[in-house]
């Protein structure tokens, strides 16, 4: 019989677990530069950079809110013995949009090199590299700002794979009803982000600059030693998995996951509508994303005035919620599907809603909070935590319509996913450059706003989760949706 006990914590709650930190270490190494920036710099700003009588002097959340002045002293004085650099705005975008121009190179082959040699080894060792590079990043910056930047171009190049390679694994892992759920793992890197801003911003007032990234690139190999031990590419391959967990995870995929390799219909994905959905989704979604993510520091510190510290709890706290309502959000949506309130497109169209034109509307208002910075960091937490809706989105749908091709399909959509990453601080950097005032900033978040609502309205009318007929092709017959939604205990009573 294959009704045997059930452990306690199942395999794959704990590869829920390693690849949630898998993720936020991913985010740890490539966003730490964000905050260290602001003391790697030499400030600069002159009269023309802020409104100081309108925003330093409303400072409620900042515990040396005083004039600009003493901003410039509290970064200073911490890094009396730390190199300085004179780099100005458009050399700072440089070095923070550098990461994401070649990102999407690797984006499809990393997709197609997880179906030949498996997440573990792609994924994993991905991010060990990327933790190396990190190590270097001082030496870079100390010899030649050109140098950085070429150190975020190969890192950008070698984490393309992370994602695509991800829903690989979680293809072969996960039953139907569980996807929005498990996937809500894929944002551990909005708590990497929650870490990562106040720990830097700790690091920074105590320790010199170059201590933020020896500590975050050691925190990444530590996670690489466990991934290296605890994960396998199939439940099959798993030494410690029980028998009744193992067949439920197989009964569940095996209508939808072929065994045997397929040659990608690419004309046919090239031609699918859900499929160009998906993708505008994605880069909708993203766009919001990046912004908030890569300029947010900046914001706080220069335009609201807010010190190293501040700035680092206050850009990182977002993100933590951003996980906790992907996580959320992904279980409610689970519930919906189980007990068939909602059909799966519908479950997906609600999430893109929630993640794209909701998130508009939070940034519309944190376009016009002006110099209150309680407005300000409140609806910068709401438009960041509705970004986590975006697993159980758009993110999801791309196992929805093709579980064999997940990876392929989430390389292409990670291709047109990223260009936001470099996108949106070139054009930041154009607006306000030499002008860093508030009603330069509040075109930049206009136009964040307006690329979110029209994407999620398009998916809202266009987009569909239903399996698509290129996934197995003519040799497997499609199961229906809804009939592999039996949970492990149904199938020890099926048995």
Avoid at 224 to 239: G, I, K, M, N, R
Avoid at 280 to 309: D, R
Avoid at 352 to 380: P, Y
Wanted: aromatic share 12%; proline share 3%; net charge positive.
């Amino acid at each position: 019989s294959l009704c045997h006990s059930i452990v306690m914590v199942p395999v794959r709650s704990v590869l829920w677990f390693i690849v949630f930190c898998g993720f936020g270490v991913n985010y740890m190494v490539r966003i730490n530069i964000n905050i260290a920036m602001r003391a790697m710099v030499q400030s600069t700003y002159n009269d023309k950079t802020i409104n100081s009588g309108e925003c330093l002097n409303k400072l409620s959340m900042n515990n040396n809110s005083t004039i600009k002045g003493h901003r410039d002293k509290t970064i200073t004085n911490n890094k009396l013995s730390q190199n300085i650099f004179d780099w100005d705005e458009r050399v700072q975008n440089l070095i923070l949009g550098g990461f994401f121009w070649f990102h999407w190179v690797l984006q499809i082959p990393g997709g197609v090199f997880a179906r030949k040699y498996g997440t573990k080894a792609v994924f994993g060792l991905s991010n060990l590299a990327n933790c190396i590079l990190t190590f270097t990043i001082p030496m870079c910056a100390k010899f030649d700002y050109r140098v950085l930047i070429l150190n975020r171009v190969a890192q950008g190049i070698i984490v393309g794979v992370a994602w695509p390679s991800m829903q690989h694994l979680t293809a072969n892992w996960v039953p139907p009803n569980e996807r929005s759920k498990f996937v809500s793992a894929y944002f551990g890197s909005s708590v990497g982000v929650a870490v990562t801003y106040p720990l830097c911003g700790f690091i920074l007032s105590t320790f010199k600059w170059e201590a933020v990234f020896y500590t975050t690139g050691t925190l990444g190999i530590i996670w690489f030693l466990f991934w290296w031990a605890l994960v396998y590419d199939t439940p099959s391959q798993h030494p410690r998995i029980t028998e009744s967990e193992l067949a439920y995870i197989e009964y569940s995929l095996c209508k939808s996951v072929a065994k045997e390799k397929l040659r990608v219909p690419w004309m046919a994905i090239t031609k699918s509508v859900p499929v160009r959905m998906i993708l505008l989704a994605q880069w909708g979604g993203s766009w919001g994303l990046f912004t908030l993510l890569t300029q947010a520091p900046t914001y706080f510190n220069v335009i609201l005035g807010w010190n190293l510290k501040m700035t680092g709890i206050w850009s990182g706290l977002p993100h933590l919620c951003c996980w906790l309502f992907s996580f959320l959000f992904g279980t409610f949506a689970d519930h919906l599907l189980q007990t068939k309130k909602m059909n799966r497109t519908n479950v997906r169209k609600l999430a893109v809603g929630v993640c794209n034109v909701l998130q508009a509307v939070l940034v519309t208002a944190l376009a016009f909070t002006e110099c209150n910075s309680t407005a300000a960091i409140l609806m910068l937490i709401f438009a960041t935590t509705v970004q986590g809706s975006f697993t159980a989105g758009a993110l999801a749908n791309v196992i929805d319509i093709s579980p064999n091709f997940a990876s392929v399909l989430q390389g292409v959509a990670g291709v047109i996913a990223i260009t936001p990453g470099f996108i949106s601080p070139y054009i930041v950097g154009l607006l306000t450059y030499q002008n860093q005032t508030l009603q330069q900033w509040k075109i930049v978040f206009i136009i964040t706003s307006v690329i979110l609502l029209s994407t999620g309205i398009m998916y809202i009318i266009f987009g569909d989760s239903e399996i698509q007929e290129w996934n197995n092709g003519e040799e497997i017959d499609l199961e229906p949706e809804g009939e592999s939604l039996k949970t492990e205990t149904e199938l020890k009573q099926l048995n």
